[in-house]
């Protein structure tokens, strides 16, 4: 059964930076896409960014473009997000999710990970 585990989320001051990161564990990841996605309180979750494990083509929601930066390590199962210049905008519970193959809906949930930015 595959699992996902989230961490690196707490408290950051305005301006800060944080890295995620997302374990994979007890499946094969070859041929499929990480995603994350964050949900702020009273909102729907957002998609943020995805990676290919193979290929490592990233993809990311206009809304963070250039803000953040997906990344894997593939020999280690971690997915990563790096988030630069945060504001109390970006307080939120961060996922991390899993798919097989590069279309459909993300199937396998982390349990997330909450970031706070204080202002």
């Known amino acids: 059964q595959l699992q996902l585990q989230e961490s690196g989320g707490g408290l950051v001051q305005a301006e800060g930076s944080l890295k995620l990161s997302c374990v994979v564990s007890?499946?094969?990841?070859?041929?499929?896409?990480m995603g994350w996605f964050r949900q702020a309180p009273g909102k729907e979750r957002e998609f943020l960014a995805r990676?290919?494990?193979?290929?490592?083509?990233?993809i990311y929601a206009d809304s963070v473009k250039g803000r953040f930066t997906i990344s894997r390590d593939s020999a280690k199962k971690t997915v990563y997000l790096l988030m630069n210049k945060l504001t109390p905008e970006h307080t939120a519970v961060y996922y991390c999710?899993?798919?097989?193959?590069?279309?459909?809906?993300?199937?396998?949930w982390g349990q997330g990970t909450p970031v706070t930015v204080s202002s």
């Open positions: 999710a899993f798919r097989k193959g590069r279309l459909g809906a993300f199937n396998k």
């Open positions: 007890g499946g094969t990841i070859s041929d499929s896409d």
């Open positions: 990676i290919n494990w193979t290929g490592g083509c990233a």
